[in-house]
């Protein structure tokens, strides 16, 4: 069930370059993903769907155009407010699991919450249920180098939860994985959507975007079909 809107783009431009030069890697994009929404980005190489997630991340602005989260336009906001935001809103896993490897999995899940001031019992309590919610509340103290590359993943998710964020970001999560991780992981995926949760995903893969609820298809830097059902997907990579 879909809610008010979490992400709000209106007419975004993100051009790099100036004159022979000037590459628009986003050109004007109109975009809107309500709250409890499950979609995938997808496109060619160059396309624009990894600068669309990286403004959509807070981690670039716009060239020009606004960006709405959560009902805040954070397109103008300084560094510093910026990164407040994706403490506080977001959450982030990637294709590579960017663990600590000194640390434990339960260390590497509560550093979000050293960073946003939580008291440290409350930032225990919340790392293992994060861990729990993710099937690894038994391997709460194993470094990365104890853990298989699926179970990294995990690790990684639980990290990017435990701050209860409003937006879930995944930029190609499965890239690293075999097709049995990568299951499990989309699995995951599938059920903190059904608890409520908003997750955008970029990914190539088409296995993987059909998992998702909406695709969002990327072409020259606009989107070209923003509400395409997983069924209507052979049919546009037959063409693209």
């Known amino acids: 069930m879909s809610g008010s809107a979490i992400i709000r783009l209106e007419n975004v431009y993100k051009i790099y370059g100036s004159g022979e030069t000037e590459v628009r890697a986003l050109a004007g994009v109109d975009l809107t993903v309500n709250q409890g929404e499950y979609c995938s980005i997808m496109g060619a190489s160059g396309s624009g769907k990894s600068t669309m997630m990286n403004i959509i991340g807070c981690l670039d602005r716009p060239s020009s155009g606004h ?65 729990t919610r993710v099937g690894l509340g038994h391997r709460l103290h194993n470094r990365p180098n104890q853990l298989s590359g699926g179970q990294q993943q995990r690790v990684a998710i639980a990290r990017a939860i435990v701050g209860r964020p409003v937006l879930l970001l995944a930029d190609e999560p499965t890239g690293a994985l075999d097709s049995t991780t990568t299951n499990e992981i989309l699995n995951i995926f599938t059920e903190l959507n059904g608890n409520g949760m908003t997750v955008v995903m970029v990914t190539h893969e088409p296995d993987v975007a059909r998992k998702t609820h909406r695709i969002i298809w990327f072409k020259d830097g606009r989107t070209v079909n923003d509400h395409m059902t997983p069924a209507e997907l052979p049919q546009v990579m037959a063409v693209a």
Request: hydrophobic share 45%; no cysteine; aromatic share 10%.
């Open 67 to 131: 960006y709405y989260l959560d009902g805040i336009e954070v397109a103008r906001l300084g560094d510093r407010a910026l990164a407040h935001i994706r403490n506080q809103k977001l959450g982030f896993v990637f294709q590579q699991f960017h663990l600590l490897p000194q640390l434990s999995a339960l260390e590497n899940v509560m550093l979000p919450l050293v960073y946003a001031n939580v008291p440290d019992r409350q930032r225990r309590d919340r790392g293992v249920e994060a861990l």
